[in-house]
T-cell receptor, first 110, second 115 residues
Framework: DAKTTQPTSMDCAEGRAANLPCNHS???????VYWYRQIHSQGPQYIIH???NNETNEMASLIITEDRKSSTLILPHATLRDTAVYYC???????????FGQGTTLQVKP | DTEVTQTPKHLVMGMTNKKSLKCEQH?????MYWYKQKAKKPPELMFV???????INESVPSRFSPECPNSSLLNLHLHALQPEDSALYLC??????????????FGPGTRLTVL
């Protein structure tokens, strides 16, 4: 699995977009980028994933650079309930092995 | 029902005790997982079961013994644990599908304290 690097922490104002970066410069061509988050005292929750193209779902958008060496998770209108640790994972699809890095602690402030 | 349930929520045990953690899901998922999460650290994969058979063991010490008695249930049997085994133990489940992404659904975890 490719190593990912994320900032340790970020703040975001409520109602604004939260942009969480992830570096995965050693990602291989068939490895996907996955994002999970873990709200305090809960288990992790899947957010979104992508290979090459940008992806959007009801929770977030994922922007992957053309060289695939980095990506950004966008929460378009952050709420206080989005305060969590966000994990970026780069790995092969459906291996069953999720290797979590240190993640980014996002604090959404009123 | 899109929930993974884990019991108990909290468990305190001595180093000579034997106890079990239980995980249940009724989503028809055929893969189930155990993770260990120490305080302020990310989850670490321990075991993966696929179709009730152990498919991945991440070199976990034998004092942790997983069991998957049926497709809905996953147990983790604990024996002769050490204080450093104190952690949040998370269970997850997913489909086994070659076409779509098999996102993992996590339970809330069992917080284990070993005295």
């Amino acid at each position: 699995d490719a190593k990912t690097t994320q900032p340790t922490s970020m703040d975001c104002a409520e109602g604004r977009a939260a942009n969480l970066p992830c570096n995965h410069s050693t990602i291989s061509g068939n490895e996907y980028v996955y994002w999970y988050r873990q709200i305090h005292s809960q288990g992790p929750q899947y957010i979104i994933h992508g290979l090459k193209n940008n992806e959007t779902n009801e929770m977030a958008s994922l922007i992957i650079t053309e060289d695939r060496k980095s990506s950004t998770l966008i929460l378009p209108h952050a709420t206080l309930r989005d305060t969590a640790v966000y994990y970026c994972i780069a790995c092969l699809r459906n291996t069953g092995k999720l290797i979590f890095g240190q993640g980014t602690t996002l604090q959404v402030k009123p | 029902d899109t929930e993974v349930t884990q019991t108990p929520k909290h468990l305190v045990m001595g180093m000579t005790n034997k106890k079990s953690l239980k995980c249940e899901q009724h989503m028809g998922h055929r893969a189930m997982y155990w993770y260990k999460q120490k305080a302020k650290k990310p989850p670490e994969l321990m075991f993966v079961y696929s179709y009730e058979k152990l498919s991945i063991n991440e070199s976990v010490p034998s004092r942790f013994s997983p069991e998957c008695p049926n497709s809905s249930l996953l147990n983790l049997h604990l024996h002769a644990l050490q204080p450093e085994d104190s952690a949040l133990y998370l269970c997850a489940s997913s489909q086994v599908d070659l076409i779509t992404y098999n996102e993992q659904f996590f339970g809330p975890g069992t917080r284990l304290t070993v005295l």
